[in-house]
């Protein structure tokens, strides 16, 4: 079974600072696909970024990037330049290869504040 | 040009009514999905279907009935509605997992479900 555990219920940063979400996750698949999920109070869920098992290199999108740890089943956010409009919550979520569908596995998510 | 659509956004009923929320995606995607939101903000999988089929259905009870009449529709029904029902439910679709299975999930704005 998938697991993803998100340990920080709650963050906060500066803005303009950087901050890190942490996530792990758990599976017996050798090929997957990681994701960050957004969740502004406006409800929407938004792709923010996401990552290839099998890709060494770490996946940027503009001011967010990841640190893929394989070995340690690890996939941070890394935020730079925060802005007022990155206050949401954070899913980090799982899918395998080997499932019959593209099910998504969610972790319990980070509440993220930025402090103007 | 609204991606995932789901209507209603809100939805206020009494204990035992039965209730259905659409959803609806003009992306040309194979496969769709329902997940819950609970009041912790933990997303949970409950349908998946591919092409009109069911793929997925993650012990949910029986009282809620995924109805997919086209592969562009995927609408949730739920009978006898319990207190615990109260949740925000989110419609997602992807392409399918032959064509691209790392594809992400979009998703709908979510209905959020009261029971009173």
């Known amino acids: 079974a998938q697991t993803v555990t998100q340990s920080q219920p709650e963050m906060s940063v500066q803005e303009a600072e950087t901050v890190t979400l942490s996530c792990t996750y758990d599976?017996?698949?050798?090929?997957?696909?990681l994701f960050w999920y957004k969740q502004p109070p406006s409800r929407q869920m938004i792709l923010v970024i996401r990552q290839e098992a099998y890709k060494q290199q770490n996946a940027t999108e503009n001011r967010f990037s990841v640190n893929f740890q394989k070995a340690a089943k690890s996939f941070s956010l890394k935020i730079s330049d925060s802005q007022l409009g990155d206050t949401a919550m954070y899913f980090c979520?799982?899918?395998?290869?080997?499932?019959?569908?593209?099910?998504?596995?969610f972790g319990t998510g980070t509440r993220l504040t930025v402090i103007p | 040009d609204t991606a995932v659509s789901q209507t209603p956004k809100y939805l206020v009923t009494q204990m035992g009514n039965d209730k259905s929320i659409k959803c609806e995606q003009n992306?040309?995607?194979?496969?769709m999905y329902w997940y819950k939101q609970d009041s912790k903000k933990f997303l949970k999988i409950m349908f998946s279907?591919?092409?009109?089929?069911?793929?997925i259905n993650e012990t949910v009870p029986n009282r809620f009935s995924p109805k997919s009449p086209d592969k562009a529709h995927l609408n949730l029904h739920i009978n006898s509605l319990e207190l615990g029902d109260s949740a925000v439910y989110f419609c997602a679709s992807s392409l399918g997992r032959a064509r691209s299975p790392n594809q992400p999930q979009h998703f709908g704005d979510g209905t959020r479900l009261s029971i009173l």
């Open positions: 599976t017996s698949e050798s090929n997957y696909y």
């Open positions: 992306l040309g995607h194979d496969t």
């Open positions: 979520a799982f899918v395998g290869d080997q499932t019959g569908a593209n099910n998504l596995f």
């Open positions: 279907y591919n092409n009109k089929e069911l793929i």
